[in-house]
Nanobody, 125 residues
Framework: QVQLVESGGGLVQAGGSLRLSCLAS????????MGWFRRAPGKEREFVAA????????DYADSVKGRFTISRDNAKNTLYLQMNSLKPEDTAVYYC??????????????????WGQGTQVTVSS
């Protein structure tokens, strides 16, 4: 079993920054791809970013490309999402996800069987 615990969410003004963290436990963290998704009020969960097993390959949604950076520290079993130049439309609950089938970045939420509880990010205008 895999446990994922997100932290780092909060309230920030537009143009500000936040860094989300996701601490993983329960299995070999470095073996598979991981990702971040978000769900805004009234909308479905959407892909934000993904990273391969080693951290050498990443993928981003067009809406966050150039503003967000996904990274991982396998020695610390931790996934990160650095969010800069935040916009009110980035307001959402952000979820960390871990794959058990693929080592490469993927946007397919069904490739991620393990999910954290989510952390709220609110960007005020």
């Amino acid at each position: 079993q895999v446990q994922l615990v997100e932290s780092g969410g909060g309230l920030v003004q537009a143009g500000g920054s936040l860094r989300l963290s996701c601490l993983a436990s329960g299995r070999t963290f470095s073996s598979y791809a991981m990702g971040w998704f978000r769900r805004a009020p009234g909308k479905e969960r959407e892909f934000v970013a993904a990273i391969n097993w080693s951290g050498g390959s990443t993928d981003y949604a067009d809406s966050v490309k150039g503003r967000f950076t996904i990274s991982r520290d396998n020695a610390k079993n931790t996934l990160y999402l650095q969010m800069n130049s935040l916009k009110p439309e980035d307001t959402a609950v952000y979820y960390c996800a871990a794959s058990s089938t693929t080592m490469i970045p993927t946007r397919n939420r069904y490739e991620f069987p393990y999910w954290g509880q989510g952390t709220q990010v609110t960007v005020s205008s």
